[in-house]
């Protein structure tokens, strides 16, 4: 049987409009009115980040296709011991124990936490006789997620922590439950109406409600304990919710959250990197202000902006043109990274693609969303886009095996499809 | 299953891109709330400060000019993260503590994201600090005009600039102000201030968090660029200016010389003085408290702001209003013994012939002469009591411009004593005073008080024979057609012209054979009158008032010097050395009198009580 070995030039093109438009992103935001070329400073770096992922691509490619396969467990459990090194060596950045420092250079393991762990899923998920009806299996899913989840709580990075949410994504396509899924949405709705609108109305709403649905369904004894109980474990939840808010969460948790749902107005404060970038993007109108004519962006006004706030120079600089398309190119690459796992015969592979599409969609969903106001402020960064050599690399390698797994499907047998 | 799971994900992923690009859209194209918060948070507007207009004297020599003042500006809030605030306190000369203490005050009385760090920094320290400005992002300089001088002279005249302060900021209509900009405080630097101060430009730019410059807005497309003030040509004559400050070099007292023909200052001293440099923006703080304490009051104008009994000098004037109201004609003799006698009271005369005609009243200031004259006035027949009689002795002298303010164009103008009738009326009660109880104003004593200027124009308006313009210190507004009309136009006094003429023979012969031919001038037909003031805190002031040439006047003058004796022996050497000087030509620069002039410029006159308490540096340099 002829094998063909080929790298899928789709998404290996988004790749590079990405990674490209990033480093431009970069550029713009810390060249500081041309003071420093292309390879200087922060944008020289992203591009020699961009430049060692493509190396290692290479690398992976010259890699037997099993390998990974065969590794799985090496690569979760050596990053795992890595991210509980960085609490013991790491160095301090920002309030976060999160760096490990390698001569000049930091390395982030939270980054690289992400493809181990999607080595883990895949491998256990994909293991001979694994099912979402077994207990076992369910708490060795639980705990491959939440052990790194936990580990980088504890590095006090909690926005990389929740990326882990997207393998929820992942088990569903698999086929846990959408209960669960369903579940998670619910419960933000709760969490949301309880914030707004206080435990006292949302109970009096959910009872009026459930009074509604009672006349309706009076005749029908069955649906009555059910009803009462989901009435009465809302009503829990929106007490704990409360309670967690008010008493657990820190200060500026809190205060970023009420932001987000327009609780409070606080622009100097909690709100200022929102507000601020709400209006720089805002500012960029239809075309933008032109590639480095950003006043917001020349203007440093914006905290993080060539980290996590980068959309914000997209928006100025570019206009809706350069956003939506930015979100578009991010879309396509996203749907067709699906394609490629749809088009897996193996379900290992299918399964590590389709976390890295999830992980990508996870990080566009918070990192944009929270640029423009619709999602709290949560520091991860927009993929091969924001700088950081670790997100960029972690990101990179992350794609190339991805795209290595792809490039050899020809040669595995076709799995059965459940 | 599994694939329509696929199916629901691939329809979020579109789903979230859609909902966002929307929103985005709606923020960035549809919602312009955004974009006009931006430019508020990092557009700036600067103010471009226009030149202020300069100012030249009569022949067109600068004497006023501009001169760049530097403020060390922050940007609130600073950061100060990767500053070397050693390194700028070292640049600025100070401490630490002072760095904090003045970085606090700059961030309680921030105005529009900026506050003054260090005021008035010199040029020296503003050359050392702009070379490593770009270390010190935050920092940044305010360039303001502050003026300087090319003569240590004319101070009075000139005035000096300031800041506006906050009831000229809540008073302005215009608008034309912000805080922080400077205005004419005193002299003509206040009179003409809106000539001078020139239309302000605007400059628009981008600026950082930290209120650095990112460049210009729409490339200066709303930019407007400042229109320099008007400059200003001074009526004042530079050479006779400094040259009569020479001579009143150590003396209190006042000189105005006023051109008769058309009320223009030639010049206008009033001593002590100060070196007008000292009083600029950067200096004025160091000298003002230095002025202040001075006992001898050198920031005080005395030639407009301060008025003295004119003594003898008044006595032309009130001839002029005997002949004119007809208490006396150009023949009448009064007999004078030496004194004149008034019920029990003896007032002095100096000894001089018996008989007393009006030429020889001026020549030999006979105040017996002048006592009967008034005596007469008020008893004139045509008036029915002495309240009219005195009122209409007094509008004479208003239509010399006594009595209310000439309107010159140097602030801190005083209008001079002229009491109305009422002042007698309360002071003896109503109806019971007679000519008896005022007559020392017949030879300028008394409740009369004249400021230099209004001396000189009374000496003006003889040398004119019955007119004056209002005395001024402006020739010409550059870019404007005419300089104020009030000073283009002719007063009348209410003497006719042909009664100058007896008088001024008079004055005439006071430099020929009178008091004053002591220190008369070779080949000048001066008319003069001295005076010797009465002081009754020491000394008599020595006063002159003079015009010259007779025959065709050019200057007239007017000299007071405080607390130094006979008119004769101060006031008119000084008024003839500067007649002379103005009137001779440009080549001649010698005195014809020589020892005169020395001995002008060299005597101390300053009451020794004052002496120890003057500064000299306020004069110098
Ligand atoms: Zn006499």
């Known amino acids: 049987m002829e094998t063909r070995s080929r790298i899928d030039i789709v998404s290996l093109l988004l790749y590079l409009c990405i990674a490209i438009l990033g480093i431009a992103s970069v550029y713009s935001a810390t060249s500081d009115q041309g003071l420093y070329t292309l390879l200087e400073g922060r944008s020289g770096k992203q591009l020699m980040w961009f430049g060692v992922s493509i190396f290692l691509g290479v690398i992976i490619?010259?890699?037997?296709?099993?390998?990974?396969?065969?590794?799985?467990?090496?690569?979760?459990?050596?990053?795992?011991?890595?991210?509980?090194?960085?609490?013991?060596?790491?160095?301090?950045?920002?309030?976060?124990?999160?760096?490990?420092?390698?001569?000049?250079?930091?390395?982030?393991?939270?980054?690289?936490?992400?493809?181990?762990?999607?080595?883990?899923?895949?491998?256990?998920?994909?293991?001979?006789?694994?099912?979402?009806?077994?207990?076992g299996d369910l708490i060795k899913m639980a705990v491959v997620i939440l052990l790194p989840m936990v580990l980088i709580i504890l590095q006090g990075d909690t926005g990389s922590a929740l990326v882990f949410f997207s393998f929820i994504l992942v088990f569903y396509r698999e086929g846990l439950t959408p209960l669960i899924l369903i579940l998670g949405l619910v419960a933000i709705l709760v969490f949301v109406l309880t914030l707004v609108f206080g435990t006292l109305y949302f109970g009096v709403g959910i009872l009026l409600l459930f009074l509604v649905f009672f006349a309706f369904t009076y005749t029908n004894k069955?649906?009555?304990?059910?009803?009462?109980?989901?009435?009465?474990?809302?009503?829990?939840?929106?007490?704990?919710?409360?309670?967690?808010?008010?008493?657990?969460?820190?200060?500026?948790?809190?205060?970023?959250?009420?932001?987000?749902?327009?609780?409070?107005?606080?622009?100097?404060?909690?709100?200022?990197?929102?507000?601020?970038?709400?209006?720089?993007?805002?500012?960029?109108?239809?075309?933008?202000?032109?590639?480095?004519?950003?006043?917001?962006?020349?203007g440093d006004f914006i905290p993080e902006q060539e980290t996590d706030f980068i959309f914000c120079t997209i928006g100025e600089e570019g206009g809706w043109l350069a956003s939506s398309f930015t979100i578009f190119l991010f879309a396509s690459f996203i749907l067709r990274l699906y394609h490629l796992a749809a088009r897996a015969k193996k379900k290992y592979k299918r399964i590590f693609i389709f976390s890295l599409a999830s992980i990508i969609f996870f990080h566009l969903l918070i990192n944009v969303g929270m640029t423009i106001g619709l999602m709290p402020v949560i520091g991860i960064p927009l993929p091969l886009v924001s700088y950081g050599g670790s997100s960029v690399l972690a990101f990179g390698i992350f794609i190339f095996t991805a795209l290595r797994m792809d490039a050899t499907r020809d040669e595995d047998l076709i799995s059965t499809y459940e | 299953m599994n694939k329509f799971r696929s199916y629901y994900i691939y329809t979020t992923v579109v789903l979230i891109s859609l909902i966002y690009i929307i929103r985005l859209f709606?923020?960035?194209?549809?919602?312009?709330?955004?974009?006009?918060?931006?430019?508020?948070?990092?557009?700036?507007?600067?103010?471009?400060?226009?030149?202020?207009?300069?100012?030249?004297?009569?022949?067109?020599?600068?004497?006023?000019?501009?001169?760049?003042?530097?403020?060390?500006?922050?940007?609130?809030?600073?950061r100060l993260k990767g500053i070397d605030t050693l390194a700028v306190c070292k640049l600025l000369e100070i401490d630490k503590k002072e760095f904090i203490k003045r970085l606090n005050k700059s961030k309680r009385s921030s105005y529009r994201g900026k506050s003054v760090f260090t005021k008035n920094v010199s040029n020296l320290i503003y050359a050392r600090i702009q070379e490593r400005l770009y270390e010190f992002k935050g920092f940044f300089f305010e360039i303001r005009q502050d003026r300087n001088y090319k003569y240590n002279s004319s101070a009075h005249v000139l005035g000096y600039l300031g800041e506006v302060n906050r009831s000229e900021l809540d008073k302005q209509k215009e608008g034309y102000y912000e805080q922080g900009d400077f205005n004419g405080k005193k002299g003509v630097e206040r009179f003409y201030e809106e000539n001078l101060r020139g239309i302000k430009g605007e400059k628009y730019f981008y600026v950082d968090k930290f209120g650095v410059n990112k460049g210009s807005y729409k490339n200066g497309k709303l930019d407007k660029s400042a229109t320099d003030g008007n400059n200003l040509i001074l009526s004042i004559d530079i050479d006779l200016q400094q040259y009569g400050e020479q001579l009143l070099n150590n003396k209190m007292g006042s000189v105005v010389a006023i051109e008769p023909k058309t009320g223009e200052i030639l010049a206008l001293i009033s001593s002590p003085f100060y070196n007008p440099a000292n009083f600029n923006i950067q200096n004025r703080g160091k000298y003002y408290g230095k002025a202040i304490k001075d006992p001898t009051k050198p920031i005080?104008?005395?030639?407009?702001?301060?008025?003295?009994?004119?003594?003898?000098?008044?006595?032309?004037?009130?001839?002029?209003?005997?002949?004119?109201?007809?208490?006396?004609?150009?023949?009448?003799?009064?007999?004078?013994?030496?004194?004149?006698?008034?019920?029990?009271?003896?007032?002095?005369?100096?000894?001089?012939?018996?008989?007393?005609?009006?030429?020889?009243?001026?020549?030999?200031?006979?105040?017996?002469?002048?006592?009967?004259?008034?005596?007469?006035?008020?008893?004139?027949?045509?008036?029915?009591?002495?309240?009219?009689?005195?009122?209409?002795?007094?509008?004479?002298?208003?239509?010399?411009?006594?009595?209310?303010?000439?309107?010159?164009?140097?602030?801190?103008?005083?209008?001079?004593?002229?009491?109305?009738?009422?002042?007698?009326?309360?002071?003896?009660?109503?109806?019971?005073?007679?000519?008896?109880?005022?007559?020392?104003?017949?030879?300028?004593q008394g409740e009369l008080g004249l400021t230099p200027v209004q001396m000189a124009n009374i000496a003006a308006s003889i040398a004119n024979r019955g007119f004056y313009y209002t005395p001024h210190v402006v020739r010409e507004i550059e870019g404007l057609e005419n300089i104020p009309e009030r000073y283009l136009t002719k007063n009348y006094t209410?003497?006719?012209?042909?009664?100058?003429?007896?008088?001024?023979?008079?004055?005439?012969?006071?430099?020929?054979?009178?008091?004053?031919?002591?220190?008369?001038?070779?080949?000048?037909?001066?008319?003069?009158?001295?005076?010797?003031?009465?002081?009754?805190?020491?000394?008599?002031?020595?006063?002159?008032?003079?015009?010259?040439?007779?025959?065709?006047?050019?200057?007239?003058?007017?000299?007071?010097?405080?607390?130094?004796?006979?008119?004769?022996?101060?006031a008119a050497p000084i008024a003839h050395l500067m007649i002379e000087r103005y009137l001779m030509p440009d080549s001649v620069t010698e005195s014809s009198r020589p020892y005169l002039e020395a001995k002008m410029k060299n005597s101390n006159l300053i009451p020794i009580k004052y002496r120890s308490q003057r500064d000299t540096s306020l004069y110098g340099n």
Not at chain 1, 124 to 133: A, C, P, V
Not at chain 1, 247 to 253: I, K
Not at chain 2, 300 to 310: D, H, K, T
Not at chain 2, 548 to 566: M, R, T, W
């Open chain 1, 61 to 135: 490619f010259l890699l037997n296709a099993n390998f990974f396969e065969v590794f799985s467990w090496y690569f979760y459990v050596g990053l795992m011991l890595l991210l509980v090194a960085v609490l013991f060596v790491g160095a301090e950045i920002n309030g976060a124990r999160s760096w490990i420092r390698i001569g000049s250079f930091s390395l982030q393991p939270a980054e690289f936490a992400k493809y181990g762990t999607a080595f883990a899923v895949s491998a256990l998920l994909s293991s001979i006789g694994f099912s979402f009806s077994k207990k």
């Open chain 1, 222 to 298: 069955k649906f009555l304990l059910p009803s009462i109980s989901i009435v009465i474990l809302a009503v829990l939840f929106s007490l704990s919710v409360q309670f967690l808010f008010n008493n657990v969460l820190q200060n500026h948790q809190r205060k970023r959250i009420e932001v987000t749902l327009n609780l409070i107005e606080d622009n100097k404060g909690a709100g200022y990197n929102v507000n601020q970038s709400k209006i720089a993007i805002g500012s960029g109108g239809f075309t933008g202000k032109g590639f480095l004519n950003g006043s917001h962006t020349k």
């Open chain 2, 26 to 78: 709606q923020i960035q194209v549809l919602d312009d709330k955004y974009l006009n918060m931006a430019e508020r948070i990092s557009l700036r507007r600067q103010t471009v400060y226009p030149q202020r207009g300069l100012i030249f004297d009569r022949n067109k020599n600068l004497i006023v000019y501009n001169e760049p003042v530097y403020d060390l500006m922050v940007s609130v809030p600073i």
């Open chain 2, 300 to 444: 005080f104008n005395r030639a407009v702001s301060a008025p003295y009994p004119p003594g003898s000098t008044f006595k032309p004037v009130m001839a002029l209003i005997g002949l004119q109201d007809g208490a006396i004609n150009a023949n009448t003799h009064f007999g004078c013994p030496g004194y004149f006698k008034l019920g029990r009271r003896i007032i002095r005369c100096h000894g001089h012939t018996y008989n007393t005609s009006l030429t020889k009243s001026i020549e030999s200031s006979c105040n017996t002469f002048y006592c009967n004259t008034f005596k007469s006035m008020m008893q004139l027949s045509k008036y029915e009591n002495t309240e009219e009689a005195y009122n209409s002795w007094r509008t004479y002298l208003q239509s010399f411009g006594l009595g209310s303010k000439l309107g010159v164009d140097v602030s801190g103008e005083y209008r001079g004593w002229l009491k109305d009738a009422s002042f007698y009326d309360r002071m003896h009660g109503k109806g019971r005073w007679n000519y008896a109880r005022i007559i020392s104003l017949s030879f300028g």
């Open chain 2, 494 to 570: 209410k003497i006719s012209p042909l009664n100058y003429d007896p008088v001024i023979k008079g004055m005439q012969a006071v430099t020929r054979s009178g008091t004053g031919s002591g220190v008369a001038i070779k080949g000048i037909n001066i008319g003069g009158k001295t005076g010797t003031v009465q002081n009754p805190h020491g000394k008599n002031h020595s006063a002159y008032m003079a015009f010259a040439p007779v025959e065709d006047p050019k200057i007239a003058i007017a000299v007071i010097v405080e607390e130094s004796g006979y008119g004769a022996t101060w």
